[in-house]
């Protein structure tokens, strides 16, 4: 299963941006984490395969919004309010098939993204 992102870029404290992520075949649950420079990669937001059951990291609730288009393959995260602590490089996961929950660590996850760049500008 190949994963790909889209939809980064540069936008001001304050703004949004919109990521999609679209998979090559069926997956379990999926996810988006990220990683800033000299920081390890960190969990952001996921969502379950079937009943789209979703969880946030604390420092996104409330501004980052994922959901999942299951006939698309595709997940979205919708993010606004962004602060400049959130710029960093974002991946998509998925775990394979049989993984149905989120989980907040890297090893649980089977696919990932080339990842995609969010820089947020104060």
């Known amino acids: 299963v190949q994963l790909v992102e889209s939809g980064g870029g540069l936008v001001q404290a304050g703004g949004s941006l919109r990521l999609s992520c679209a998979a090559s075949g069926r997956t379990g649950a999926m996810g988006w984490f990220r990683q800033a420079p000299g920081k390890e990669r960190e969990f952001v937001v996921g969502i379950s395969a079937s009943r789209g059951n979703t969880y946030y990291a604390d420092s996104v609730k409330g501004r980052f919004t994922i959901s999942r288009d299951n006939a698309k393959s595709t997940v979205y995260l919708e993010m606004n309010s962004l602060k400049p602590e959130d710029t960093a490089v974002y991946y998509c996961?998925?775990?394979?098939?049989?993984?149905?929950?989120?989980?907040?660590?890297?090893?649980?996850?089977?696919?990932w993204g080339q990842g995609t760049q969010v820089t947020v500008s104060s």
């Open positions: 996961a998925a775990r394979a098939i049989g993984g149905s929950w989120v989980t907040s660590n890297t090893n649980d996850y089977d696919y």
